[in-house]
């Protein structure tokens, strides 16, 4: 038995009923065109009225923040994994869109991110300075080779920020000097002793001292 069939009022083509979208208050219950020429208009009436609409939808959520927001943290309660996911490859297929918009965020809002950053640590100095040692602990290499970029990007910008650090902190600048020359001269002292029969423990000396030497350069005033 084939399916009743209804003319589309816009492109006034004969169609199944299952193409019309259901319309309670029509007659035969369903949409007087079809769902292809429904579609096409809103598609095309979205792309006429792109800022009208994205303007209503700003103030639909700053009127209704609160309310959209429990729903999102209930939503993602119940669907951990899933919307883990699908951030992950939002995140993977946007990475330089969402690093452009952070760019523009934090450029915009310098103050107010540092200011909340002060208070995070001073609640919780102990949790993010064990946070800090793991992270070093964990990516010492990329930390020093970040380093040396910056300084060799921009040194006199690297030498003003030691400068002040120095004239607010002598006795504490001086300390980490002589600390930084003691770690110099026990590399330099086991490279020293080393037998060259032992050429891997030879090269891993060596790279620890290059590290040393490209992430410390000395300060004249």
Not at 125 to 144: F, L, V
Not at 173 to 202: F, G, M, T
Request: with cysteine; glycine share 2%.
């Amino acid at each position: 038995m084939t399916e009743p069939e209804k003319q589309c009022s816009q492109c006034l083509a004969f169609k199944p009923l299952g193409e019309f979208y259901n319309h309670k208050t029509s007659k035969g219950g369903k949409m007087l065109a079809c769902k292809y020429c429904k579609n096409e208009y809103a598609r095309q009436y979205r792309a006429a009225n792109r800022e009208k609409i994205n303007e209503a939808q700003r103030q639909r959520c700053a009127a209704n923040r609160e309310e959209i927001n429990e729903y999102a943290r209930q939503y993602r309660a119940a669907n951990r994994e899933k919307s883990s996911e699908y951030n992950r490859q939002y995140r993977d297929a946007n990475r330089e869109k969402i690093n452009e918009s952070q760019r523009q965020y934090h450029s915009a809002n310098r103050e107010k991110i540092n200011e909340a950053a002060r208070k995070r640590y001073a609640a919780n100095p102990e949790k993010y300075k064990e946070y800090e040692r793991q992270y070093h602990a964990a990516n010492r290499e990329k930390i020093n080779e970040t380093k040396r970029q910056r300084l060799a990007a921009n040194p006199e910008k690297q030498h003003e920020y030691d400068r002040k650090r120095y004239a607010a902190n002598p006795e504490k600048w001086i300390e980490s000097q002589r600390k930084y020359r003691a770690r110099v001269r026990h590399v330099r002292n086991q490279c020293s002793v080393i037998n060259a029969l032992d050429p891997k423990k030879w090269e891993i000396l060596q790279s620890k001292l290059k590290a040393l030497d490209s992430t410390k350069t000395k300060k004249k005033e």
